[in-house]
């Protein structure tokens, strides 16, 4: 009887043995558990074939797929298709879109030190040295105007130039003439310069022209091709003092302290290199294309220079627009002499890297 009993146990022991092994062996052999995707969602105004959303950022949303083993998945919305241009900053804030492009421009007021870099009278040569002295004005700074979202990456147009009917040599040469801008700060600029700024949204600027309401434009050179402006201007006057659009990369800072930490890194990782490779000096590239796309077509446009002493004499005229924007910081309570000075040595230092 004893050994019976025994004999019962030892069998309860080996069944017990034998059904963890086919349990651990089930769960070893079974479907793996899927790790997590995290599907955000980017709204921005640019048309959906326009380089920024073919090249730009459907190249960062690759990247950033790839380097993350497919665990993040963004969606694009060009377009103002899921958020109006000048209401995206605000709509990633509120977490209507989980990633946001747009232009700081849209909402004026909200960036007063970055605004700093759209005022009339600084000198941006390229699109490049502006791209580098965002960031890195953001980087010394930290304003707290981005504190409330996740600052991922800014860019810029650069310089935007004199496209006009007439050549735009001197000062004089403005007088009286009627140019379209995109904003009035550079109304400002063109009315110290004796012309009248005339501000329409960017889609108008051809119609002005052709219909002899304007006489030019203040734009990028990308403008050329994007809005069929070579179709309606003969000169281009460079002027690296009037002009410098700001775009911003922002997320949803709810959405951004969700993800993993691993998932953090990558995303930080990526774009800082994919900045350095792609983002810095796009709007330059996008020139290049122009002036290819300008002598396939035969459109032939005079490309008229200032000169060092003329273009001195404009930024002498225009600097009461720096003075002023000084007043407004200090009047938010900000140190604008100082934001000032930071701004000329950052944009000193990135044109001797950058400028040529």
């Known amino acids: ?58 190249g960062w949303i690759k990247a950033i797929e790839e380097a993350t083993d497919g665990r993040v998945k963004i969606t694009s919305y060009p377009g103002g298709t899921l958020i109006p241009g ?38 941006w040569p390229n699109a490049k040295v502006a791209d580098w002295v965002q960031m890195d004005l953001i980087k010394e700074l930290n304003p707290d105007e981005l504190k409330d979202v996740k600052h991922l990456f800014s860019w810029t147009t650069g310089r935007g130039d004199l496209l006009t009917k007439v050549p735009v040599e001197r000062k004089e040469d403005l007088s009286g003439l009627e140019i379209g801008v995109t904003a009035g700060e550079r109304a400002d600029a063109l009315r110290r310069l004796g012309a009248s700024g005339v501000v329409l949204p960017m889609p108008e600027q051809y119609e002005a022209i052709s219909r002899g309401l304007t006489k030019g434009v203040v734009a990028p050179m990308e403008t050329l091709k994007s ?32 993800l993993p930490p691993d998932i953090q890194n990558i995303i930080e990782k990526v774009t800082e290199d994919y900045y350095e490779e792609v983002v810095a000096g796009f709007y330059d590239w996008l020139a290049e294309l122009v002036f290819e796309w300008l002598a396939q077509e035969g459109i032939e446009l005079e490309i008229i220079y200032l000169s060092k002493e003329e273009e001195e ?19 938010k309570g900000l140190p604008g002499q100082e934001i000032y000075n930071t701004t000329l040595k950052i944009i000193e230092k990135n044109t001797e890297i950058y400028g040529n």
């Open 1 to 58: 009887m004893f050994f019976k009993i025994l004999l019962d146990r030892k069998m309860v022991c080996v069944l017990l043995i034998i059904f963890l092994i086919v349990l651990l062996t089930l769960v070893g052999c079974g479907k793996p558990s899927e790790k997590e995707v995290f599907e955000l969602t980017l709204a921005h105004f640019q048309p959906p074939v326009h380089e920024v959303e073919t090249v730009l950022i459907q």
């Open 86 to 123: 000048t209401e995206i900053y605000e709509g990633v804030v509120d977490g209507a879109a989980d990633i946001g492009h747009s232009c700081y421009a849209y909402t004026r007021g909200r960036f007063p030190v970055l605004e700093t870099l759209l005022v009339p009278g600084l000198q």
């Open 227 to 258: 809005f069929r402006l070579a179709e309606v201007v003969d000169h281009v006057t460079i002027t690296p003092m009037l002009y410098n659009q700001l775009l911003f990369m922002v997320m949803n800072l709810d959405k951004w302290n969700s």
């Open 313 to 331: 004499r404009w930024v002498n005229d225009i600097k009461p627009l720096l003075d002023n924007h000084i007043k407004y910081l200090n009047d």
